[in-house]
T-cell receptor, first 112, second 112 residues
Framework: DQQVKQNSPSLSVQEGRISILNCDYT??????FLWYKKYPAEGPTFLIS?????DKNEDGRFTVFLNKSAKHLSLHIVPSQPGDSAVYFC???????????FGTGTRLQVFP | DGGITQSPKYLFRKEGQNVTLSCEQN?????MYWYRQDPGQGLRLIYY???????QKGDIAEGYSVSREKKESFPLTVTSAQKNPTAFYLC???????????FGEGSRLTVL
């Protein structure tokens, strides 16, 4: 039972263009969402988060959008850079609980 | 430098053997976690500990055991009861708030 789904296992984008990574969730109790970035042979690192009281959060080139009615969030990277090539995990939790549920990850490749 | 250290990075084990993965953190975090990553799957929670001498099962605890005798240390034992132990194992720690979830570099276990 996959509560957090990333239906695109991979995405290829040209440098300078926008990358859009998508994430869907099924549990309506989730109220906090995060994106982590992972390079090969390293642990994931926190990228950006959003709580359910917002529908958008921006940090530099990274913006996360949350559509609660559709149970969908997306990460936009503009402009995409080759250094952004990594696996991106979406994660969700119920605030103040002990568990973070991760999606399956999307491998982003940014080519010149 | 503050961080999480996992060892060994690569480990080979024969079927029927127990193996212990080490995880040490010097971030003074109360909470520590063990995740497992398999191809095509998200990070799945094995065990977590919010405080010394206390730990809880995650979603896939069968065949694993942990201890939390010191704040800094949270070793994971993969027992012979784990039916499919070949995977990439990630240890993490956090202070309150998921943005503060720091991961180690991982340990890749291969059962021969």
């Amino acid at each position: 039972d996959q509560q957090v789904k990333q239906n695109s296992p991979s995405l290829s984008v040209q440098e300078g263009r926008i990358s859009i990574l998508n994430c869907d969730y099924t549990n309506s109790m989730f109220d906090y969402f995060l994106w982590y970035k992972k390079y090969p042979a390293e642990g994931p690192t926190f990228l950006i988060s959003i709580s359910s009281i917002k529908d958008k959060n921006e940090d530099g080139r990274f913006t996360v959008f949350l559509n609660k009615s559709a149970k969908h969030l997306s990460l936009h990277i503009v402009p995409s850079q080759p250094g952004d090539s990594a696996v991106y995990f979406c994660a969700a939790s119920v605030y103040n609980t002990d568990k973070l549920i991760f999606g399956t990850g999307t491998r982003l490749q940014v080519f010149p | 430098d503050g961080g999480i250290t996992q060892s060994p990075k690569y480990l080979f084990r024969k079927e029927g053997q127990n193996v212990t993965l080490s995880c040490e953190q010097n971030l003074n975090h109360d909470a520590m976690y063990w995740y497992r990553q398999d191809p095509g799957q998200g990070l799945r929670l094995i065990y977590y500990s919010q405080i010394v001498n206390d730990f809880q099962k995650g979603d896939i605890a069968e065949g694993y055991s942990v201890s939390r005798e010191k704040k800094e240390s949270f070793p994971l034992t993969v027992t012979s009861a784990q039916k499919n132990p070949t995977a990439f194992y990630l240890c993490a720690s956090s202070s309150p708030g998921w943005e503060e979830l720091f991961f180690g570099e991982g340990s890749r276990l291969t059962v021969l």
